[in-house]
């Protein structure tokens, strides 16, 4: 690692590897003096941020490296932040498909529930309509045949109780470009963070999107 | 009108009438001491908040007064300011449908050009697509029978540069029951406000939303 920082002077590290990983990864960066952008989920958060903090570097740290996802779950938590209740009376329908290997419901699904909970509806994480089947998912999807093994769709239906009003969100996402994007973005930003000497700081995806 | 009061005791006043009343309404209220709702658009506005700020009564005036639209219109705004950029690179579509008398193109479809050009997005009104024939609207959009004379649906696409990413977001209202319901909540506001002494101030639907 010496050898490396010595022939290429400083650079930046991006860990996408496994939930066992997160800490001793993240201690291991901290204690080489190595910034870096972490895409890696799990492990123990709390220790991760303590990590970053008590040390001489900075960090982007990510659970979503999708940029305009996270912009919309930020846009959807400040209307559950300052509209309390703008739904009440609405039915919520909540419908995601993913790659067949993809065993548990979508994260991004799940924090939007607790943003709908807050806007008036009564809603449980059981209740999302999961759908894994690549047959289905072609055809009465539309997901493109390429994309079968590879797609995080989501889509949210709001209807009136007396069923004059419909709101629909959809998010669709074919492939990994839109996160292998965000993690540039997310350089660019711990690039610039270096530059201007912080220290000891963990950085969110929030933070990239505000460019602040 | 001092008979009314005398026999009813105070009460508040909904104006719905026309642009051009708007502003010798709002001074026939305020020099009565007559709380009230304006959903009439047009007039001069600044003129219209100059006679409720100086008067001894407090208003609510609301071009719209369909809360949740106005809430994602805010949503919007929201991620407009915090976000600046947020969609750069990606493509837009707009389209709306209004029953066949509706000849300018929808104001909140206008107003949501704006957050998108902010969100990095160049697009102009004049791309908005318009959709006013009944047969069009029943066949192809969906629209019910029975609302073909009165809806107001409208559905903004951002489309990635590749083609890998799409956000879709849909209001569709039918006939005039969210207005309505919006109307009440702004009595209801107005109503906390005269109760707990507000004089010369003139609220917003935001307002209303925030229950402030």
């Known amino acids: 690692m010496r050898e490396l920082q010595g022939a290429h002077g400083d650079f930046l590290s991006v860990d996408y590897t496994h939930p066992s990983a997160v800490n001793a990864n993240a201690e291991f960066y901290c204690r080489r003096g190595l910034p870096f952008v972490m ?8 220790q991760l941020e303590a990590t970053v903090r008590s040390s001489a570097i900075v960090a982007v740290v990510a659970p979503n ?15 559950a932040q300052t509209f309390p209740g703008l739904f009440k009376g609405y039915s919520l329908a909540i419908r995601e498909s993913h790659q067949k290997g993809k065993a548990d419901t979508s994260g991004t699904a ?22 894994r089947d690549p047959q289905t998912q072609k055809t009465r999807w539309g997901v493109p045949e390429g994309h079968l093994a590879g797609h995080g769709w989501h889509t949210y239906t709001l209807v009136s109780a007396d069923g004059t009003v419909r709101f629909e969100f959809t998010h669709n996402v074919n492939g990994r470009e ?3 994007l965000g993690t540039l973005d997310a350089l660019l930003y711990l690039h610039a963070r270096v530059a201007a000497g912080d220290r000891g700081r963990m950085y969110t995806m929030i933070d990239v999107l505000k460019g602040s």
């Open 65 to 79: 490296m999708a940029k305009q996802i996270v912009g919309f779950q930020a846009m959807m938590e400040y209307a």
């Open 39 to 46: 895409g890696t989920t799990g492990g123990d958060r709390q």
């Open 178 to 180: 839109i996160y292998a």
């Open 110 to 131: 799940r924090a939007m529930v607790r943003s709908f909970n807050r806007l008036g509806i009564p809603f449980t994480e059981d209740q999302i309509a999961m759908e």
